[in-house]
């Protein structure tokens, strides 16, 4: 059977977490092909800026701000989407924050935030979406998790985790989803090139570009794959190393990143208090 795929003439097409990096890029680059993108963060000002960007291209932007940890502002987007600008047709929910983790100074903050930003996020969007789809009998969701989410590396005890949730999420979803006539996909990036990798201190392979990415996502969208990932020969080496006994796979993993030759941190930062202190 075909899987819906929604065009500019179906409906609107919300893009969370647009103010920079792979979300702006995208709602650049649908806007080109002539979608109406509404772009959700919290920075207005560069939602605005986004927004003036876009103002030759065939389609247009919507700045409607949002923080996606409060899920009544997410309950409004979907309410400005529905009364002031039509059907949503496309969702891809894509705001996200990478907090590194050293285990030899794990702060309670960076889980939180973490979860709050990257998986109660998407929860907080995903809910007012696929009810508004349901009634409509149609829609199409995209879920940003991305390859560290295929398993565990260094530095993601928050961020990987809340990954390897959404690969699960969507995968669990699709089965009733598929049902409702709503598509699901997942959105699996190996490293792009914006403000969130530019702190990285580590050597990233086959790094690609926002507008690549951009592309990629865009025609992943319009194929009938689940997965939309990229850049295939990295990513698909990841699933292969994720398919190894633990040994080899830690093995693996410390030899190709260095990580076990790298010092601890030698300057541990202050401990949070304890809530009960
Ligand atoms: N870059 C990569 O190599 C890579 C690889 C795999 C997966 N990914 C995933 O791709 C997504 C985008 O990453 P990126 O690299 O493009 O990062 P980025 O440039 O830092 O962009 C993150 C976006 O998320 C938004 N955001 C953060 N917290 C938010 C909140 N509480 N409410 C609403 N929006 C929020 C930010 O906007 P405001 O700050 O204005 O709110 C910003 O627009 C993330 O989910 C990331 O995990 C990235």
């Known amino acids: 059977m075909q899987e819906f795929v929604a065009r500019p003439e179906h409906g609107i097409a ?10 702006r890029a995208l709602a650049l680059k649908l806007a080109e092909e002539g979608y109406k993108v509404a772009v959700t963060a919290r920075d207005h000002e560069k939602l605005a800026e986004l927004q003036a960007e876009a103002s030759d291209l065939s389609g247009s932007i919507i700045v409607l701000d949002g923080d996606v940890t409060n899920a009544e502002d997410m309950e409004h987007v979907l309410a400005s989407i529905e009364y002031e600008h039509g059907a949503l047709a496309l969702a891809v929910f894509n705001a996200g924050v990478y907090l590194p983790v050293h285990a030899e100074e794990l702060r309670l903050s960076d889980f939180e935030q973490s979860f709050a930003v990257n998986l109660q996020g998407v929860v907080n969007c995903l809910i007012p979406a696929v009810r508004h789809m349901k009634a409509k009998g149609q829609g ?25 949730a959404l690969i699960n999420m969507a995968e669990s979803l699709k089965f009733d989803l598929d049902k409702m006539g709503i598509r699901i996909q997942l959105i699996n990036p190996g490293f792009v090139d914006t403000p969130a990798t530019k702190k990285n201190e580590f050597p990233m392979p086959s790094l690609v570009s926002v507008e690549a990415a951009a592309r990629q996502i865009s025609a992943g969208l319009k194929s009938q794959s689940f997965e939309i990932t990229f850049p ?6 990841m699933k292969l190393v994720n398919l190894l006994p633990y040994g ?3 093995w693996l ?7 076990r030759q790298r010092p601890l941190q030698k300057q541990a930062r202050p401990a949070m208090p304890h809530p009960a202190e």
């Open 232 to 237: 295939k020969r990295f990513t698909y080496m």
């Open 140 to 164: 199409q969701i995209a879920v940003v998790s991305s390859v560290s989410g295929y398993g565990g590396l260094p530095t993601g005890a928050a961020y990987g985790a809340t990954k390897a």
């Open 253 to 259: 993993v410390n030899r190709s990143t260095g990580w």
């Open 248 to 250: 080899l796979y830690f």
């Open 14 to 23: 919300w893009i969370s977490g647009a103010s920079s990096g792979i979300g």
